[in-house]
C-alpha cells in the first residue's frame, strides 16, 4: 500500500513531493510509518523503482496473455488501445514511470530493476513480431516501443482532448513490420 501511495504521489504530483511524510499523509497511517520501513528516501525511491517494475512487468505478461495478435492490425489496435489507457486511465501511472526513468538517469543503481522490467517486454514484442514473420523482431519491437514511448510522452506533456493514436500506430507498425 505505501508503495502504490508513492507512485501515485510521483504521478500527480512530481518525484520532488516524495517524502516519507507525504506518503503517511498521502496513506493515512501514522506519521513515521513510511520510514519505519524505508529508513532514507533513496530506500525508499529504490523500493518503488523494484515495486513499479513488478507491477509493469505483471502487467505485460497479462496483456501477453491476452493479446495474440495475428496480423500487423491486430497488433496495431492493442498497441493503440495501450497507448489510450496510459495516457488516460492510468495517465498518473504513466506519468511516475517516465519521472522513475528520469531519476534512474541520474542514479545508476536504479537502472538494473528497470532495464530487466523493458527487456522482457521487448522480448514479449519480438515474439509477437515474430510470429508476424518479422526478419528482424528485436530491432523493430524496440523501433516500436520507442515510438510509442515518444507518443506517450507527447500526448502526457501537450493534452489532446481528441487524441486518438489509432492511425498513427497502424501506419507505424505496417510499415515496421512489412519492412
Not at 43 to 65: C, G, K, M, P
Not at 106 to 117: D, F, G, I, S, V
Request: aromatic share 6%; proline share 5%.
Amino acid at each position: 500500500m505505501l508503495l502504490d501511495t508513492a507512485i501515485a504521489i510521483v504521478g500527480n504530483q512530481g518525484i520532488r513531493q516524495l517524502t516519507h511524510r507525504a506518503v503517511d499523509a498521502a496513506a493515512r497511517v501514522p506519521a513515521g510509518s513510511t520510514s519505519n520501513y524505508f529508513k532514507t528516501r533513496q530506500a525508499l525511491l529504490s523500493a518503488i523503482v523494484d515495486h513499479f517494475a513488478a507491477r509493469e512487468q505483471t502487467a505485460w505478461e497479462t496483456i501477453a496473455e491476452l493479446v495474440q495478435p495475428g496480423t500487423p492490425g491486430e497488433l496495431a489496435a492493442a498497441l493503440a488501445a495501450y497507448v489510450r489507457r496510459a495516457t488516460g486511465p492510468d495517465r498518473a501511472v504513466t506519468i511516475a514511470r517516465y519521472s522513475l526513468f528520469i531519476e534512474a538517469a541520474r542514479q545508476p543503481q536504479l537502472q538494473q530493476r528497470l532495464a530487466e522490467t523493458a527487456r522482457t517486454v521487448r522480448e514479449r514484442g519480438a515474439q509477437w513480431l515474430r510470429t508476424l514473420g518479422s526478419t528482424d523482431p528485436e530491432g523493430q519491437c524496440q523501433l516500436i516501443l520507442d515510438q510509442l514511448d515518444g507518443i506517450m510522452l507527447h500526448q502526457l506533456a501537450f493534452p489532446d482532448p481528441s487524441f486518438n493514436p489509432d492511425r498513427a500506430i497502424t501506419l507505424l507498425v505496417g510499415a515496421i513490420v512489412t519492412a
